[in-house]
């Protein structure tokens, strides 16, 4: 492998810091390969520092049940915004083909990058409590318009995600009682 003399220390930084978090404690080695904990270690790094790992291609520490582990994100303790108290116009959008490991924590970080998320509902099975593959995310109105056209049709984890605006239920059901309602008279 031929790597510029001055890219080395990223590499070698990168390695070590992996492998020696990897056993301390495994999240942390997620962090460091997607180079938010140690970002200002490979500020002069360039093209090395630009270069992104999806969490699918990270090794994670085999666990004794037979199902698969939940994508881990890191949770953002900066200020949350309830749908209730925001004062704008919320939009529901519908995330669909979503991997099944695929939790609201990382749905959330996804969604992040094109503004604020205000909340993040993943669909599971009554009887089994297992995702269902999609699910619903409460954004501003701007914000929702920028996340449809930037991730719908992108992969994610392997699962091309199909990303739109939710249709109402609310509408849905009301357009059913009017046409009953006209029907009885």
């Known amino acids: 492998m031929n790597i510029p003399p001055r890219y080395s220390y990223c590499v070698l930084a990168t390695v070590v810091l992996a492998v020696i978090s990897y056993f301390i404690f495994p999240v942390i080695a997620i962090g460091i390969l997607i180079g ?12 090395a520092a630009k270069q992104t790992v999806s969490p699918a291609s990270i090794p994670t520490p085999a666990k004794s049940s037979a199902a698969a582990p939940a994508v ?46 205000l909340s993040v509902r993943l669909v ?14 409460e954004m501003p109105a701007d ?3 920028a996340a449809i056209a930037a991730l719908n049709e992108t992969e994610y984890l392997q699962r091309t995600l199909k990303v739109r605006e939710a249709n109402e239920k609310k509408e849905l059901l009301k357009s059913e009682d009017d046409s009953s309602d006209s029907a009885e008279l």
């Not at 995330?95 to 503004?115: C, D, Q, S, T, W």
């Open 72 to 117: 881990e994100a890191d949770t953002d303790d900066s200020i949350v915004m309830t749908r209730a108290e925001y004062a704008g116009e919320v939009k529901t959008i519908y995330v669909g083909n979503l991997p099944y490991r695929a939790n609201e924590a990382a749905i959330r970080k996804l969604f992040a990058e094109y503004g604020l998320v």
């Open 36 to 47: 938010g904990l140690v970002s200002p270690l490979f500020a002069n790094c360039g093209v």
């Open 124 to 137: 599971k099975d009554r009887d089994t409590g297992k995702r269902r593959g999609y699910g619903f995310v």
């Open 143 to 145: 914000a929702a318009d």
